[in-house]
């Protein structure tokens, strides 16, 4: 058990519509990363919190948002979904020290996204 | 900007042979390196890292990777491997110091044959 919990476990919808994805990092984490995974493309960055503040942003969609609330918990909503949204959607956790991210993540389960 | 490749997408191993998972990777400036390893319907946990100093770095389960600074690689290895670590295996990167964004290579499936 990493300590950093996701919600859905799984989730089906269709095209056009709109989902949010939830994080808790583990306890004391300041920081949250979101990360899709799929066949394809691999493991994708998307986004990067830290107490609350956008650091860093890697291949997320203008269709896609997040953020990162008092508690540090983390939404990933994505909308207008197509086909191509099917992934496993990944939430991971850090605490870095002095500001400085040494690079051990660590992960949720996942949420599996299908778009049908 | 860092990349990591990771030059073999599958990889097939008798049960207690030795393996090796190849991983370069480019950066002007200094690096961070770490192995994670995803277990089938699980999430991604770290391996192994190299921070600093010895350029062979222990990990769980077994696994070491060493750091060749000349030539850019991180490759994983174990000398016998066993059913249990059939999983994918993520190399990544990290500028040193910075808080920046972790950088994944595409993944390695290891597949471990009977």
């Known amino acids: 058990d990493s300590g950093v919990t996701q919600t859905p476990k799984h989730l089906i919808t269709a095209t056009g519509q709109r989902v949010t994805l939830r994080c808790s990092p583990r306890?004391?984490?300041?920081?949250v990363y979101w990360y899709q995974q799929s066949l394809d493309q691999g493991l994708q960055f998307l986004i990067q919190?830290?107490?609350?503040?956008?650091?860093a942003k890697g291949n997320i969609l203008e269709r896609f948002s997040a953020q990162q609330f008092p508690d540090l918990h983390s939404e990933l909503n994505l909308s207008s979904l197509e086909l191509g949204d099917s992934a496993l959607y990944f939430c991971?956790?850090?605490?870095?020290?002095?500001?400085?991210?040494?690079?051990?993540?660590?992960f949720g389960e996942g949420s599996r996204l299908t778009v049908l | 900007a860092q990349s990591v490749t990771q030059l073999d997408s599958q990889v097939p191993v008798f049960e207690e042979a030795p393996v090796e998972l190849r991983c370069n990777y480019s950066s002007s400036v200094s690096v961070y390196l770490f192995w994670y390893v995803q277990y089938p319907n699980q999430g991604l946990q770290l391996l192994l890292k190299y921070l600093s100093g010895s350029t062979l770095v222990k990990g769980i389960n077994g696994f070491e990777a060493e750091f060749n600074k000349s030539q850019t690689s991180f490759h994983l290895r174990k000398p016998s491997v066993h059913i249990s670590d059939t999983a994918e295996y993520f190399c990544?990167?990290?500028?040193?110091?910075?808080?920046?964004?972790?950088?994944f290579g595409k993944g390695t499936r290891l597949h471990i044959l009977p």
């Open positions: 990544a990167v990290i500028k040193m110091n910075r808080d920046d964004k972790i950088i």
């Open positions: 306890s004391g984490d300041l920081s």
């Open positions: 919190y830290y107490n609350g503040e956008e650091r």
């Open positions: 991971a956790s850090s605490s870095p020290v002095g500001g400085a991210n040494t690079g051990e993540l660590f």
